[in-house]
């Protein structure tokens, strides 16, 4: 079948979730996206992780409309799908509600960059997009979410190549990336920078920002254009 290589690609990006400790029950959901038939295959909305199988995987289109499959996709289909519809450089998407990041999403906080681990991946403070307004989350709730999404990183003068992670104010964090698997890494990835900058600013409150050098060297060493991180 046409639509096999994608589900079989969220199927195993949604199953790192609970084994890298992101979600809990049936929280969470990840995408993995064929641009070429213009559709991607997402997690099916409350169907626990233990009973999953790429044959479940919903096939739905830039518009969120079910193509194929018979279980309901996940309750932020439609985010997915904003993202996917004006975002055409990434292949997935991860949404969770880890604990940290979630954490620093309620608290409408950006995730200051005070250490290297950030700066390996983004040589900004991960943005926090501001809550919604009451007519946003009173109409069409999940489409509105990918909106806020894309015009916080707008206003903050951020690539979503570059920035592939954002924290939804009052509700948790997203993630993307070329691939699902690169998204999923990234979900971890931001889950451990907002514990690591929680517990910074329990030991210390006025934590100073990485200087610039450090943030320059330590993003370039690995994504530069003479990067020499890795084999």
């Known amino acids: 079948m046409k639509y096999e290589y994608i589900q079989q690609a969220a199927y195993e990006a949604n199953m790192q979730l609970p084994k890298l400790g992101l979600v809990l029950f049936t929280f969470?959901?990840?995408?993995?996206?064929?641009?070429?038939?213009?559709?991607?295959?997402?997690?099916?909305?409350?169907?626990?992780?233990?009973?999953?199988?790429?044959?479940?995987?919903?096939i739905v289109d830039f518009d969120a409309n079910v193509v194929?499959?018979?279980?309901?996709?996940?309750?932020?289909?439609?985010?997915?799908?904003?993202?996917?519809k004006?975002?055409?450089?990434?292949?997935?998407?991860?949404?969770?509600?880890?604990?940290?990041?979630?954490?620093?999403?309620?608290?409408?906080?950006?995730?200051?960059?005070?250490?290297?681990t950030h700066a390996d991946h983004?040589?900004?403070?991960?943005?926090?997009?501001?809550?919604?307004?009451?007519?946003?989350?009173?109409?069409?709730?999940?489409?509105q979410t990918g909106f806020q999404i894309m015009d916080c990183l707008r206003k903050k003068k951020l690539s979503y190549q570059e920035m592939e992670m954002i924290l939804v104010g009052n509700h948790a964090p997203f993630t993307w990336g070329k691939t699902a698997e690169k998204a999923v890494y990234n979900s971890a990835v931001l889950e451990s920078v907002a514990q690591?900058?929680?517990?910074?600013?329990?030991?210390r409150q006025d934590a100073p920002r990485l200087k610039d050098a450090l943030i320059k060297k330590h993003f370039e060493r690995k994504h530069g254009p003479d990067s020499y991180y890795g084999q």
């Not at 194929?68 to 996917?84: F, I, W």
């Not at 999403?105 to 005070?114: E, G, K, N």
């Not at 690591?196 to 030991?203: G, K, N, S, V």
């Open 28 to 58: 969470g959901n990840v995408s993995a996206v064929d641009r070429n038939l213009g559709v991607f295959a997402i997690k099916p909305s409350g169907v626990p992780y233990e009973e999953l199988s790429p044959e479940k995987m919903v």
């Open 68 to 84: 194929a499959g018979t279980l309901r996709p996940s309750s932020d289909t439609k985010t997915h799908a904003v993202l996917y």
């Open 86 to 116: 004006h975002w055409d450089a990434i292949g997935g998407i991860v949404h969770t509600h880890s604990t940290y990041a979630t954490a620093w999403a309620q608290s409408l906080r950006d995730i200051p960059i005070y250490g290297t």
């Open 122 to 143: 983004n040589v900004a403070d991960i943005p926090c997009a501001p809550p919604m307004s009451d007519e946003m989350i009173k109409g069409d709730y999940e489409y």
């Open 196 to 203: 690591m900058a929680y517990l910074t600013e329990q030991i």
